[in-house]
């Protein structure tokens, strides 16, 4: 299996585990605050992560040079993007919060041309990542509703932003020869810390908390933050950050079918189409991606 496959593979699965975070997302945030879910989802990623580190690369020590990087990446992916995403999700449905992540491969685009990275950026990848937003347009547009929370928009467009400026400050530390595990660790380790002076405003509702809140939030910080973290920093890494920007427009698509199953909700024709659009766009970026 060639390394471009493998990078393929690992987009796809990290993308899965984040269309079923907004659905987990919104179920615990029934019982903990947005800061509060994301101290603890993070602080089970660090633990995962630290043991996956221990027995991968034990002897990878942190890089004084890395530190500013590593430390404005992780509070930008991690700190204040689930600030926005969180208090997003408070404000609107997941299937409405997950559509705003539609604007995040055109971002990578844009700004991978600005900051001439990419090279010459064909037409048919503008074109592609054009389509995989209008097929995101599709699937979502039948609960969009404008009469929605404003400032719930708002919150999810800087999640957006947040997401492209983590992205671009990550790929200079595979540029140095990082390893995954080790960005990912210390990635996790920076956003950790910037929630805790935001969780210590926030109170709690722990009557609410059950069985099914515990299961989401560990879903959460184990396979949402942890794994898939790791899984889109290789896909970064082997395709590039516009290339691996493009699956995020999956993750609208799963958010909807996962709502067959958790919330009862059915995909009405034109939301089928839409995840065919979708994941047309998302082909047509990938062939022609270098």
Known sequence: MSEKLKAVLAAIACVFFWGF??????????????????????????GFLFIIKRRLVPNEKLDKRDIPLLVFSGLAGDTFYFFCENNGLYLLPASEAAIITASIPVLTLFVDKLTKKAGKTGFRRWFGAAVS????W????????????????????????CWVVYSFLTRPLFERGRSNIYVVFWQCTAGLAGFLPFALFEKPVWQAV??????????????????????????????????AAVFINFIPVITVVSGI?????WLAPLQWLGAAVTLAGVCLVMIHAK
């Open 133 to 136: 937003m209008a097929g995101v």
């Open 21 to 46: 975070s907004f659905v987990s997302s919104k179920i615990a945030l029934g019982a903990f605050p947005p800061m509060t879910l994301g101290l603890f989802r993070f602080a089970m990623a660090v």
């Open 261 to 265: 199953f958790v919330l009862h909700e």
């Open 138 to 161: 599709l699937v979502a547009q039948v609960s969009f509703s404008m009469s929605g929370s404003i400032t719930g928009y708002l919150y999810l467009a800087g999640s957006a932003l």
């Open 210 to 243: 059950n069985a099914a809140v515990i299961l989401h939030t560990v879903f959460l910080g184990v396979f949402c933050s942890a794994l898939a973290y790791l899984f889109y920093a290789r896909a970064i890494k082997t395709l590039g950050v516009s290339a």
